[in-house]
């Protein structure tokens, strides 16, 4: 509540909230207010937006507004599970690698270090090949694709809070590492992995578009903003809206979570809240 | 190392330890890179054989055998590694599964398209976005800062691909020549391949511009705010020089480390730009494999891509030594 009111204070945060907030409510009503089945077929194929199509139908004559709302709810499911999937068991690999240090710390870090020496994408498009393109596979590689980054993050400041008073005091009380860490090791490091997660979920929204762009993602009929930029790109000079849209669409997507994350992140670090506000 | 106590060489003596440290880092993780990367196509169902042979296979057991022990997947998983990584050592990435080429030779044949997108798009990201860094911190709080801002968060969220379907949109109606498909090596005809690698420059470097920028300007405004700038300024110092001499050569390693780690995102984004603009590079022969189910080329291309992506991260560590000699003592 403290964090959704900070976020109120700014124009900046009042935008990324209520535009990230559009953009989910948008994907979750997706069956409530598109105006047909996204496969549905007609005659009218290929016309551009009218009264009746608001973005224009396409070959098939299927209606792009709502492929476009079906696509963007895959595309926020895809994203939040794959970020979640990342912060989740990241978060977990950082916060032990750090508190129990040693060998597991040394294994853990090292085999991060190898998954970010590839780069993101080709590291997402390398597993899909293996996979094989199905949904729970796209959220598996994107997961972990961003995981690496959750695990150094999670771990820097529990190298710092493990020394602290309140954890040699209750280990002297008997506590065990499971309570210790979750007592009083994650809710002090959260911070920063929160305003990773807010990043995360735009990263994975934009690697979900590139994969189905290639034809690694979701595959058709089902609807996915990159596949449909891909089904457009023929047609392009012929029927503009169909590459026009979805992109429109991915760019605002993307805006509102990195403007939220940006927000977030700027009130959630005590020394950038400080230097702006002086 | 012993190390001269002069103190004229003691500096070059702590960077070649700097240096020598930096490179045994960098090889338990390329190893590392290697192993996941072998281990990539021991995940697929099946072996490299039936692969291979796909749903047209009427060998008999006995026939597969035969053929399971010419490519030696007999052998322990640890043997083929090592034999794998021998050949590798050679600069032998294998065979394409489908057309039988030298997989090392496609990929080095596409790696040139793919560097060069890389590097042009680095260029026109790290020009544009370092001027415009500056000024925004130069003018804070100004239209100037404010404009730069906002394109560089608009510049953030447009997918690449994207931006490149729009410019070849944009060019096929008013720039036809823009638009054009066929690529021609640089050294063939420069001028028709700076053509042609307008659009995908732009395209990939983008957004490269949007996080460079954002990086320039935060680290100029964190430099500005230091005393040794206040001092500079009360002094006397010509602003021009504050800022370029003082501020600015002290905000670039930030810059460095992001443009640095940026890197692999444009490798990475490149594969995508390559397939909008139909570019023969890394990326387009990626795709075409994994359609082809050809996973030694993609084996080879994701290796390769990683093992470049490594070493620059290793120059850009080096770097910080010489940008900032306080690191080399540390």
Redesign the interface.
């Known amino acids: 509540m403290l964090l959704i009111k900070r976020l109120l204070r700014t124009p900046a945060g009042v935008a990324g909230l209520v535009l990230s907030l559009l953009v989910v409510g948008l994907g979750l009503l997706a069956p409530v207010l598109a105006p047909r089945a996204y496969d549905a077929m007609s005659t009218l194929v290929l016309s551009g937006p009218t009264g009746d199509a608001w973005f224009g139908t396409d070959q098939f004559g299927r209606d792009l507004l709502s492929r476009v709302l079906y696509g963007v709810k895959l595309s926020l499911k895809v994203a939040a599970l794959s970020a979640v999937l990342a912060a989740v068991v990241g978060t977990f690999l950082g916060v032990t690698a750090g508190y129990f240090g040693s060998w597991y710390d040394a294994i853990v870090m090292?085999?991060m270090?190898?998954?970010m020496?590839?780069?993101?994408?080709?590291?997402a498009?390398?597993i899909?090949?293996?996979l094989g393109n199905n949904m729970t596979n796209l959220i598996v590689a994107i997961g972990l694709v961003y995981l690496p980054v959750f695990a150094r993050i999670a771990r820097a400041p529990v190298l710092a809070l493990r020394e602290e008073d309140m954890v040699t005091a209750a280990y002297a009380l008997g506590a065990g590492s499971g309570r210790i860490l979750w007592k009083y090791i994650l809710p002090n490091m959260l911070s920063p992995v929160v305003v990773q997660l807010s990043l995360a979920v735009s990263n994975a929204v934009?690697t979900e578009?590139?994969l189905s762009?290639?034809?690694?993602g979701v595959q058709p009929p089902e609807p996915s903003l990159?596949g449909l930029?891909q089904e457009g790109?023929p047609l392009?000079?012929l029927a503009?809206w169909l590459?026009?849209f979805?992109?429109i669409t991915?760019?605002?997507m993307?805006?509102a979570f990195?403007?939220l994350g940006d927000t977030v992140r700027d009130q959630l670090d005590p020394r950038l809240r400080r230097?702006l506000g002086s | 190392m012993a190390c001269p106590s002069r103190r004229s060489v003691k500096g070059e003596c702590l960077m070649l330890r700097f240096v020598i440290k930096r490179l045994l880092w960098a090889i338990p993780t390329l190893l590392g890179v290697s192993v996941l990367t072998f281990l990539m196509i021991h995940l697929l169902p099946g072996n490299v054989v039936q692969v291979m042979l796909g749903t047209s296979n009427t060998l008999t057991p006995q026939q597969m055998a035969e053929l399971e022990a010419l490519y030696g997947l007999d052998r322990p998983l640890y043997i083929q590694y090592l034999s794998w990584l021998g050949d590798l050592l050679q600069g032998d990435l294998g065979f394409s599964l489908r057309s039988g080429v030298s997989a090392g030779q496609l990929i080095f044949n596409a790696f040139g398209v793919t560097i060069e997108l890389t590097i042009l798009a680095m260029l026109l990201s790290v020009t544009l976005a370092v001027s415009m860094g500056v000024i925004a911190a130069v003018r804070r709080g100004g239209w100037l800062d404010l404009g730069a801002r906002s394109v560089a968060m608009v510049g953030l969220s447009i997918p690449h691909f994207w931006l490149g379907t729009m410019l070849i949109l944009g060019a096929s109606l008013f720039i036809p020549s823009l638009a054009s498909f066929s690529y021609t090596p640089f050294f063939q005809d420069p001028a028709a391949n700076l053509r042609t690698m307008l659009l995908p420059t732009f395209s990939l470097g983008i957004s490269l511009a949007a996080i460079v920028m954002r990086q320039t300007r935060a680290a100029m405004l964190e430099v500005l705010g230091q005393q040794y700038i206040q001092t500079a300024r009360a002094k006397g110092v010509a602003e021009r020089v504050v800022i370029f001499r003082h501020a600015f050569r002290n905000a670039l390693i930030p810059i460095v480390t992001i443009v640095g780690l940026q890197f692999g995102y444009l490798l990475g984004g490149a594969v995508v730009i390559e397939n909008v603009f139909a570019l023969p590079g890394v990326g387009r022969v990626v795709v075409d494999a994994i359609n082809q189910r050809d996973y030694t080329l993609v084996q080879g291309s994701v290796l390769l891509i990683a093992a470049l992506f490594v070493v620059i991260n290793l120059i850009v560590d080096l770097s910080y030594g010489l940008i900032n000699p306080r690191i080399r003592y540390q």
């Not at chain 1, 020496?117 to 590291?123: C, I, K, N, S, V």
């Not at chain 1, 762009?213 to 690694?216: A, D, E, S, T, V």
């Open positions: 090292r085999l270090e190898i998954l020496a590839f780069p993101p994408l080709l590291l498009i390398a899909m090949s293996v934009l578009a590139a762009y290639l034809g690694l990159g930029i790109q392009m000079m503009p590459a026009i979805p992109g991915i760019m605002v993307i805006f990195n403007l230097m």
